[in-house]
């Protein structure tokens, strides 16, 4: 019996990649040797299925017009497609509202969003952000550059031994003067899930708010904001099965309510004079000019496609998938695994980073690229984290729901098979 087949039988979980994978039309590739082409990049983007691509040839096709603006059939049809697709958004997040919905590019854009207007309007020179060395860049450059705005002060903190969230260093730099939390839900270089459980509830008792990078985490596992506690909540469609350029902020109403402006133009307005301006209602006061329409109704069909698979279900599959990469990977001699194991973790991320005693990262990438597998390298947009490890560079095998027992072995062998060639030649 072989590995996978093994896994199979000892394991309590429902196969989604048979029932699932043939919405994806690029999985179907074949690599130049024939074989079928393997895809273990989602955490880097996922892949859209048929329902997505049908969604958005259907808006440019029928439906595409400006949306809030025109009293015409198009226009409405637009505007009602894209509104859908917020309360869609809000119903995938629990949120209280669909007015506590903000659209933007990205999540990196509803990082710098929050950054530059509720953190432009409350922090002061001598208050303090609590971040983490684990976070990507998108989750420390904002707060770098309203440090330097502000005066504010950053701390971070550190992980253990394992890869995982220091809970005691984090409890020890947590203060009065801590004005915000922000952190990530599930890292995407570790694999580590956060226990926010633990940390919102210690930030909310010394007042402090809590911002939460949900990208990893959104595709992968249920997640109520109101459940959470949180009081912002950062998401991006292309981790989704959703298009690119399209992303959300989750945040409180009453926050939203009380936060400025972030751009200037068309749309978030209400009345506009020659000296000054009122703002329109939320969430319209923080989305200027014409918005993604397309990508927000791509989206839209991203998560209704999701919620169809179901959440649940996709964090079962994927936790047995997530622990067979694991044991292939451990058995592989000069490999070494970062972040938790799912031993030390079972909800972590389903991810696997690591590191080749003696090779490059990107000449492991490129060359399992060769054999038709798609893998990661580099530092993920983590590089103190990498520094931390002093290392420049890793590589990660990331999946979903559309993975499969067969794709991590013949992954883990032409690993084991290049790693092997390049230390016998070394």
């Known amino acids: 019996m072989t590995i996978a087949a093994e896994a199979r039988s000892s394991a309590d979980f429902v196969d989604l990649s048979t029932r699932y994978r043939a919405d994806f039309p690029i999985l179907e590739q074949r690599a130049p040797d024939g074989r079928p082409l393997i895809y273990l990049d989602h955490a880097a983007t996922s892949q859209k299925p048929r329902q997505v691509l049908e969604a958005l040839q259907h808006y440019y096709s029928c439906d595409n017009a400006n949306v809030h603006r025109g009293a015409h059939q198009l226009s409405a049809r637009a505007t009602d497609a894209f509104e859908a697709a917020r ?3 809000a119903a995938f ?7 506590e919905i903000v659209f933007t590019r990205n999540a990196s854009e509803a990082i710098n969003l929050v950054a530059r207007t509720w953190g432009d309007a ?3 020179q001598g208050d303090e952000i609590l971040l983490t060395v684990m976070e990507h860049h998108s989750n420390l450059v904002p707060w770098q550059l309203l440090a330097q705005r502000t005066g504010c002060v950053l701390r971070h903190v550190g992980i253990t031994e394992s890869g995982e969230l220091d809970l005691e260093d984090f409890r020890a730099q947590l203060n009065e003067r801590t004005r915000l939390v922000s952190l990530v839900h599930i890292s995407n270089s570790l694999g580590c899930c ?9 930030a909310h008792a010394v007042g402090a708010c809590v911002l939460v990078d949900a990208c990893q985490s959104l595709a992968h596992k249920p997640i109520d904001v109101v459940a959470l506690d949180a009081d912002f909540l950062v998401g991006s469609s292309h981790k989704l099965c959703g298009p690119t350029g399209m992303g959300f902020l989750w945040a409180r109403e009453s926050l939203l309510e009380a936060m400025p402006p972030f751009l200037g133009g068309g749309e978030m307005i209400q009345d506009v004079f020659l000296d000054h301006s009122t703002w329109a209602v939320l969430p319209h006061k923080f989305e200027a000019g014409t918005p993604a329409i397309g990508e927000a109704v791509g989206m839209g069909a991203a998560i209704r496609y999701l919620q169809m698979v179901g959440l649940e279900a996709i964090q079962a599959w994927e936790a047995q998938l997530t622990r067979h990469l694991f ?6 001699d000069g490999v070494r695994l970062l972040g938790p194991t799912p031993d030390q973790q079972p909800e972590r991320g389903a991810l696997a980073t690591f590191l080749v005693d003696g090779v490059h990262a990107n000449d492991i990438a490129a060359l399992i690229d060769a054999s038709g597998i798609c893998i990661r390298s580099g530092h993920h947009c983590c590089q103190p984290l990498h520094r931390l490890y002093d290392v420049t560079a890793s590589a990660r095998a990331s999946l979903s729901f559309t993975s499969t027992f067969e794709e991590i072995d013949r992954f883990s062998d032409e690993l084991a098979s290049t790693v092997a060639f390049l230390h016998e030649h070394s």
């Open 327 to 332: 044991n292939r990977l451990q058995a592989i």
């Open 93 to 99: 997040v629990g949120a209280a509202s669909s007015r």
């Open 122 to 124: 409350n922090l002061k």
């Open 87 to 89: 309360t869609t958004t």
């Open 194 to 202: 956060n226990p926010l459980d633990q940390v919102i509830p210690a």
